[in-house]
């Protein structure tokens, strides 16, 4: 037996924390870091919210679990904010992002099957894209990492290469039921899809009778300035999963649809036992209630620029560690030079957290409350960070 009596899936740092204060984590010696992992964009308000405190403890004190053998007004209530805020008409809420996932598929396929054409059921995705760890979800994803070891792949996911329309297009078949993607790549490295690429996927869906679903559990619920990443290019979408930001902190997630695409979602076809419980709601209802108040998304539209900018610099400065910088509103990415490992390892020991991605890159994902002075402490520590690695590069190349 190794020394942990956990699955040994995760390759943790060496660190436990005890508790968190807006956006700032302090661990069980009483080290202060700052937190620009934000549980890899989930804690969208920050650690210890008084808002989403006093919602959970509320409820907590009230009901916690009931089932959906009966009504729940708290969550009738978040779908109902959530589609007068959206292009949708109906939500699932689930309790993770791969759950809101595998419901967009399955209304996705049910759709076409309720119209008589149970032969379409494959979806296109792209490279890159990461959808969860469900059996569905790493086959969506496509990336072989996930997959080795476990079996053959579920059928039904064509990809095409990232931002290749051209190829989405020609992947196209009389069993082609969907396309999904993700506005803003998160685990492939922040990479958003163009606005002119989305425009024609939402035509060769409209052409070609094809439900267009988007992905926004990593870029939704404020992330990049806007509610939804998708509203920054006027494209709607018919099918969209949610999860992360929206919970901020408590695991929840929801799939969201127009009427139209979920036809097929009749009474029994779907389920889930926790999905949607008075706990998750209440908190859900809560982060609406700050994401959505008057100049929230302008503030961290002035906010992300900001940093942006300050990000700009550093890769300016110390251009064998930064190549540059990309993403959108709190959803930024730093292109290493060098491994990702490295610059994420040379800024944690400047207390500042953060998480590798794909494609070489650093993803910087603080809470959407964080301060002008939080952003400025935190460029000062990135390039802290870069500059103790340029400095040992040139130490190494003295010798
Ligand atoms: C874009 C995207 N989709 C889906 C998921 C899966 O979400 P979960 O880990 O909650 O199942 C993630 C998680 O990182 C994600 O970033």
Redesign the pocket.
């Known amino acids: 037996m190794s020394g942990s009596a956990l699955y040994e899936t995760f390759a943790r740092a060496p660190l436990a924390f005890d508790r968190g204060e807006g956006t700032w984590l302090v661990t069980d010696k009483g080290e202060r870091y700052l937190d620009f992992a934000g549980g890899?964009a989930v804690n969208s308000l920050g650690h210890s919210h008084p808002h989403l405190v006093a919602a959970l403890t509320e409820q907590a004190a009230k009901l916690w679990h009931v089932s959906n053998l009966y009504e729940i007004p708290e969550q009738r209530r978040l779908g109902e904010r959530l589609t007068e805020a959206t292009f949708a008409d109906k939500v699932f809420f689930t309790n993770?992002?791969?759950e809101a996932?595998e419901c967009a598929i399955k209304t996705a396929r049910r759709y076409h099957f309720v119209k008589g054409q149970p032969e379409r059921f494959r979806i296109i995705t792209f490279e890159g894209a990461?959808?969860?760890?469900t059996l569905a979800t790493i086959a969506a994803g496509g990336q072989y990492k996930y997959l080795e070891g476990f079996g053959p792949k579920v059928e039904g996911f064509d990809q095409v290469a990232f931002d290749d329309i051209d190829a989405a297009e020609k992947a196209i078949t009389p069993e082609t039921a969907a396309i999904l993607i993700?506005p803003v790549q998160?685990?492939g490295g922040i990479r958003p899809v163009p606005t002119q690429s989305l425009k024609r996927l939402r035509q060769l869906c409209d052409k070609h009778g094809l439900l267009l679903i988007f992905?926004e559990?990593?870029c939704g619920i404020g992330r990049t300035g806007k509610l939804f990443a998708h509203e920054w290019t006027g494209v709607t979408p018919d099918l969209m999963?949610i999860?992360?930001g929206i919970g901020g902190g408590f695991p929840m997630?929801a799939c969201l649809a127009t009427d139209e695409a979920a036809t097929g979602m009749t009474a029994g076809v779907h389920g889930t036992t926790f999905g949607g419980n008075p706990l998750a709601m209440a908190v859900g209802n809560a982060v609406l209630d700050v994401v959505l108040a008057d100049g929230f998304l302008e503030d961290v539209q002035r906010k992300a620029l900001l940093l942006k900018q300050g990000l700009a610099a550093v890769a300016d400065e110390f251009p064998d560690v930064v190549e540059g910088i990309r993403g959108i509103g709190l959803m930024l990415g730093l292109k290493c030079a060098m491994p990702n490992t490295k610059v994420n390892m040379a800024l944690r020991d400047q207390h500042l957290l953060a998480v590798p991605a794909g494609d070489n890159v650093i993803r910087l994902l603080p809470p959407l409350t964080v301060t002008d002075e939080e952003i400025g402490e935190a460029l000062k520590r990135i390039r802290g960070g870069a500059k103790g690695l340029t400095d040992a590069i040139a130490a190494e190349a003295a010798k």
């Open positions: 890899i993770s992002g791969a996932l990461f959808h969860g760890r993700e998160g685990e992905d559990v990593q999963a999860a992360k997630g």
